[in-house]
Structure formats: C-alpha cells, structure tokens
C-alpha cells in the first residue's frame, strides 16, 4: 500500500512530458480547485461554452453566499438576547469567511483577473524561460516541486479543516446523546453554521438535523476552497515573479569583467544581453502591474477582512477546550497562514528587487564603450523603481502590514475577551 502512494506521488511530481504549463500536475489541481468554485476563466484559453457553464455556476454561489452572509445576521438579530458572547463571535466568523469568499467569487468575474490567469500560464511561466541558461532550467525546476508541495499541502488543508469544522459538532451531538432514543431535554443540536430560519425544527429535531448538517457539508467546502485556492493561486504567481527577478539578477552578475577595456566585438556582446536583461525587466514590470491592477481590490478586502477574522478565531480558539481546538484549531492556521504566507513573500518581492540595484552596480561599466555605459546608467534608473504590489494601490503589501494587522489582533483579542468573561459572568450569575 506505501509502495503504491509513494509511486502515485512520484507520478504526480513527474511533468517531464508536459508540453506546456497547463499540463503540470499541481496547474491541473489548481484548475479543479477553481472549477469547484466556478472560478477557472475558461474563456481565456479558448473555452466560451465550458466558460457559460461555470460562470451559471459561479453566479448561483454568489447568490447562496449572499443568501447565507444574510441568514446569518439574521440569526445573530433574532437570537440576540439569548445568544453567549463566544456562540455570537463564531457565527460571526462564518459571516467574514463568507464575505471575503464572497469576494473572491466577485474577483473571478472580471476580465482583468482571467487575462493575468493567461498570461501567467502562456507567457510568464517559467517553463518557457527554462532554456535560457542552466541557471534558469535549475530554479525552474526548484520553483516547480516548491509549487506542486504547496498545492499538495494547500489541497490537504481544505479537506482537514472541512472535515474538522463539520464533524466535530457531530461528534458533539453524537458524545451528548442527541441522536439516541432519550435525547436530553432542552438541549438544541449543534452545527458548524447558524442561519436563521423559519422554524427552529433544524436546531431541536433529527430530521431537520440532518438536512441542515448536509447542506453545511458542501458549504464549508466551497468557503474554505474559495479562502484558500485564490491564495494559491496569488502564491504561484510569486512563485514565478520571484523565479525571473533570481534569474536577472543572475543574467546581470553573469556579465564578463576584464582588466582592459572591451573589445568591439565584447561591447556587441555586451550590448546584447543588457538588451535580453533589459526586455525581460519590461516583461516583469509589466506583468506585475497587470498583476496589480487585476489583485489591488482582492488585496485590499484580503487585509480589511483579515484585520477581523483574526481577532475573531483568536478568541474563540483561546477557550482551550478539545472542543474549540478541534473545531477553531485548523480554521486559525488557515486564517492567519495566508496572512502570514502572502505578505511575506511579497516582501521577498520588494527584497528581490532591491537586489537587482546592488547587482546593477556590481556590472563592469567601466570596461564597457559610451553606448553601454549610457545603457547600463537608464537601466539602473529604472531598477530602482521596486516591483511592488499594493492593496487598493494605497497599501503596500508586505511585512510591515502584516505586523500592524497583528498587533492590533492582540490588542483587541485582550479588549474582548475581558468583555466576554465579564459577560459569562452576568449570565452565570
């Protein structure tokens, strides 16, 4: 049986046949991931009537998210004299995973997302800029298996954290006695969603039980996936832009030096690759602000959003029950990891960038003629314009906002859970 996974894995690890980056493994699982959300822009790549079909299927998410967003408050207005403290920041949990989803649903719809989709895999993909050097064919290689172990991991995260905020309330009700002959007496089921309905038989009997716990199931699904696909997605994509910054930074300290000055025949061939390094700074420059233009809204909803769930799973998984460690344990990795995870390797963008300035001053202009050195002086002063992105084009994305979103998560978790003992307290008493 181990024999047989180790050799699937290998498989799956294996793209030596893969004609072009839509043919990778991990890109393919990526494509299912997206599709379970209606959110892969299949018109891009010549797909018009499959595209028709998921857009019907991405509009009917939109609407139960919608639908679900709303039930939710509803619930949280028509229960609010008896909800507790802790049972209110958890539905009010699931309403912010469910805004930033609903978003990202949003995201998928326009036009400039599907462009930067293709471009990123029939132009900027490192697969076609493998064969530039040895050095570009080793990180392109290192970029894959760092690309398929993130979708491998990405995809076991969804599936773990459905598993467990869905069923840990059924084992609840199961360990409670709900399901038995006797249940006990004025005691409700629990679920992983509340919404607010027009009977309460979902919440005191079996039946209704159980249609409520099925239609959760595919809920807490579709959430976690559109949460954690898109992050990947933005991943891989920095994946790529970090590869082609690694690889001009190398085409740039690759440059020959020499005691005396170049030769003619030097200076042409000088002249040439500062033009490859020079179209290929463009060709980054260009992607990343399409990248921008496309991802600047979902970034800024990314970080407003973020600043909430936060402080919100910080509190509920700081109970330190089994219960709340099973059902909030996983939910708190997958919330603060993207918030970690994307604004740091932003941040190994800008640093990136700032590297290819200090390789810029390690060329050996002094050897070059007129013409190069004039070259060589342009292109320093466009390096040293960082290739960065920003959040609604404001906010710059990266370590320092990630430090502020935190320490603010701290503050407010210390503020409410002073509020939220104190509130058990009134209701104990």
């Known amino acids: 049986m181990a024999l047989r996974v180790f050799r699937s894995v290998k498989i799956w690890f294996d793209d030596s046949d893969a004609k072009h980056p ?76 469910e805004t930033l989803y609903l978003q990202r649903l949003l ?21 076609y800029f493998q064969n530039r050097s040895q050095y570009a064919s080793k990180l392109f290689k290192k970029v894959q298996i760092i690309s398929k172990i993130f979708t491998i991991y990405v995809t076991c995260h969804i599936l773990t954290g459905v598993g467990l905020f869905t069923f840990m309330p059924w084992y609840n009700n199961y360990r409670s006695g709900m399901f038995g002959p006797d249940p006990p007496v004025n005691k409700t089921f629990e679920h992983s969603l509340y919404f607010y309905c027009f009977t309460d038989k979902v919440y005191t009997t079996l039946k209704g039980y159980w249609i409520l716990f099925f239609f959760n199931i595919p809920t807490s699904f579709h959430t976690s996936s559109g949460l954690l696909t898109f992050d990947l997605l933005l991943s891989i994509t920095v994946f790529q832009i970090l590869g082609h910054l690694k690889i001009m930074k190398h085409d740039l300290l690759s440059i020959p030096s020499t005691r005396d000055l170049y030769s003619r025949e030097e200076n042409m061939r000088v002249r040439k690759t500062l033009k490859g390094i020079i179209d290929h700074h463009n060709l980054i420059i260009k992607f990343v602000d399409k990248c921008s233009d496309a991802f ?82 342009i292109f320093l002063h466009r390096a040293q314009t960082p290739v960065a992105l920003k959040a609604a084009k404001m906010v710059p994305v990266g370590v320092m906002t990630m430090t502020a979103i935190l320490k603010t998560t701290f503050s407010y978790y210390m503020l409410l859970n002073a509020v939220a003992e104190s509130a058990d307290q009134k209701m104990g008493s």
């Not at 997206?34 to 018009?48: E, K, V």
């Open 107 to 127: 995201t998928s719809r326009t036009q400039k997302y599907g462009e930067t989709v293709k471009d990123l895999l029939l132009q900027f993909h490192l697969f």
């Open 22 to 97: 839509l043919e990778f493994n991990y890109v393919r699982q990526l494509i299912f991931l997206l599709n379970a959300i209606g959110s892969w822009p299949h018109n891009q790549f010549g797909r018009d009537r499959l595209h028709i079909v998921y857009s019907i299927y991405n509009v009917f998410l939109i609407g139960v998210a919608i639908t679900i967003s709303s039930a939710a408050a509803g619930y949280i207005w028509f229960n609010r004299e008896t909800i507790s403290f802790s049972f209110m920041g958890h539905v009010i949990l699931c309403i912010l995973l």
């Open 296 to 377: 600047s809204n979902y970034l800024f909803m990314f970080y407003m959003l973020m600043q909430l769930l936060t402080i919100v799973v910080t509190l509920e998984v700081t109970a330190y029950t089994a219960d709340a460690l099973a059902k909030y344990g996983p939910l708190t990795v997958a919330i603060y990891q993207p918030l970690i995870q994307i604004s740091i390797l932003f941040e190994m963008i800008s640093t990136q960038s700032e590297k290819l300035v200090e390789a810029i001053y390690q060329i050996p202009w002094e050897c070059m003629d007129t013409s190069n050195r004039r070259t060589v002086m």
